[in-house]
């Protein structure tokens, strides 16, 4: 069983902060997506990277991939308040196979 | 001009009850997924759909029946409500089966909370 682990589990930081939370496994992924859900909501899709060292950025948010395809970071620059959610991550082994998501990180960014 | 939708929003019944959750999607997308985020917030797959065949069936107690009646819809029918299936459950679209290609995004509904008495 492939195994996702999301850290920090809880965050909680002032508005214009930086932070990087983490997406770790043992296993190796042939791609890893990043979700964000807002209360109420179903998760949207931020990026998805698929080779290894890849980063991506989607304006404030850094994402990057790690070199054996078994671990991913999340950079966020000057936190803001609609920042504040349940980040997931999610990895696939295959172009067929099912997502398996980590257990999330929930982020709160205080005005 | 919702791309995948659900119904109801909230659910609340007693145990023992019989109930269903209905899901549809409006992106033209061959497969369709059920998935359960425990209060936790852990999301899990349930099951997948690829034009109207069950594709995925990850060790869910045979009381969880989905029906795929064509593509743009995926229905859940829960037999015998127990405490333990209280839970949001989220259905999603795809235009393939994966999710892990980029070409092949999932797209999640906003979620039937269910809570059993």
């Known amino acids: 069983t492939q195994l996702l682990e999301q850290s920090p589990q809880f965050l909680s930081i002032q508005e214009g902060e930086n932070l990087t939370v983490y997406c770790n496994s043992s296993s190796v992924f042939s791609s890893l997506q990043w979700y964000r859900q807002e209360p109420g909501e179903g998760p949207v899709l931020l990026v998805t990277v698929v080779t290894g060292g890849e980063v991506k950025k989607l304006k404030r948010l850094t994402f990057q991939f790690g070199d054996a395809r078994k671990d991913s970071s999340l950079h966020i620059t000057a936190a803001q308040p609609g920042d504040t959610g349940l980040y997931l991550c999610a990895g696939a082994s295959g172009a067929n196979s099912k997502l398996t998501f980590g257990k999330g990180i929930t982020l709160s960014v205080r005005p | 001009d919702t791309a995948v939708s659900q119904t109801p929003k909230y659910l609340v019944t007693q145990m023992g009850n019989d109930k269903s959750i209905k899901c549809e999607q409006n992106?033209?997308?061959?497969?369709m997924y059920w998935y359960k985020q425990d209060s936790k917030k852990f999301l899990k797959i349930m099951f997948s759909y690829n034009n109207k065949e069950l594709i995925i069936n990850e060790t869910v107690p045979n009381r969880f029946s989905p029906k795929s009646p064509d593509k743009a819809h995926l229905n859940l029918h829960i037999n015998s409500l127990e405490l333990g299936d209280s839970a949001v459950y989220f259905c999603?679209?795809?235009?393939?089966?994966?999710?892990?290609?980029?070409?092949?995004?999932?797209?999640f509904g906003p979620g039937t909370r269910l809570l059993v008495l």
């Open positions: 999603a679209s795809s235009r393939a089966l994966g999710g892990g290609d980029p070409g092949r995004t999932q797209y």
């Open positions: 992106l033209g997308h061959d497969t």
